[in-house]
């Protein structure tokens, strides 16, 4: 039986974490805090509320969950105009081979993602009609590392976990595919992302002859 891959979206799929930085990173002033670049990998795979969580313990910040839910909606708001403009060039090299191959082949694809807003990224890069099945942000309650996402990704596609391949760029996200009993492809750093089965730099370097062996 063919393979099921399931791809993460921010830093996979396409290069957001930019605009989320820039988006923290506005909010951060609001309270006097200068978000950097080395505060932003932290929060790579993580869900919004607990990014916000994290920036607030950086900070020292000790907000009211008031507070906490008008930030969370203005940084939102932020980052939604800040992607107003994203297309299809915005789509990290490689990836439209990979999806061209998987489709090709017959493979089942789904995304796997932490994001609430994914399908209108995938829609806006015109990558949407690849998928088979979109897990998000909106649909799981746990998150990465937690293997829910995955799972139901799987569950989606109608493949047993051990028959889905993962493609992640965060520590955590790697976490979670081996949790859920799937290959994994890391992208990024090797000493960070060590559970993965496979890592490379970036998704330009991820060999198509490395996607057919494990698509069979
Ligand atoms: C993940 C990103 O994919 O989605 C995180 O790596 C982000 O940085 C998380 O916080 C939630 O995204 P959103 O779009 O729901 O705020
Ligand atoms: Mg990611």
Redesign the pocket.
């Known amino acids: 039986m063919s393979k099921g891959f399931i791809f993460?979206?921010?830093?996979v799929i396409v290069d957001t974490?930019k605009y989320?930085y820039e988006a923290w990173k506005s909010l951060a002033q609001q309270f006097g805090y200068d978000f950097t670049p080395q505060d932003n990998e932290h929060?790579?795979?993580?869900?919004?509320v607990k990014?916000l969580e994290l920036l607030l313990e950086m900070a020292q910040y000790k907000a009211t969950p008031e507070q906490k839910d008008r930030w969370l909606s203005e940084k939102?708001t932020a980052?939604l105009a800040l992607i107003s403009h994203m297309n299809d060039k915005e789509i990290l090299p490689g990836i439209p081979q990979i999806l061209d191959l998987l489709q090709r082949q017959g493979n089942l694809i789904a995304l796997g993602?932490?994001?609430?807003?994914a399908e209108p990224i995938l829609e806006k890069v015109g990558l949407l009609s690849y998928f088979n099945t979109l897990v998000d942000?909106n649909s799981v309650s746990k998150a990465k590392p937690d293997p829910e996402v995955f799972l139901k990704a799987a569950q989606q596609l109608g493949l047993p976990p051990e028959d889905c391949v993962v493609l992640e760029d965060?520590k955590a996200g790697v976490a979670a595919a081996k949790a859920a009993g799937m290959q994994c492809i890391g992208v990024g750093d090797a000493t960070i992302l060590k559970l993965a089965d496979y890592c490379f730099e970036t998704t330009a370097a991820i060999p198509l002859s490395l996607i057919k062996e494990l698509s069979q």
Not at 8 to 11: R, T, V
Not at 113 to 117: D, E, G, I, L
């Open positions: 993460d979206l921010d830093g974490a989320h929060f790579k795979g993580v869900s919004r990014s939102n980052y993602s932490a994001s609430k807003n942000g965060a």
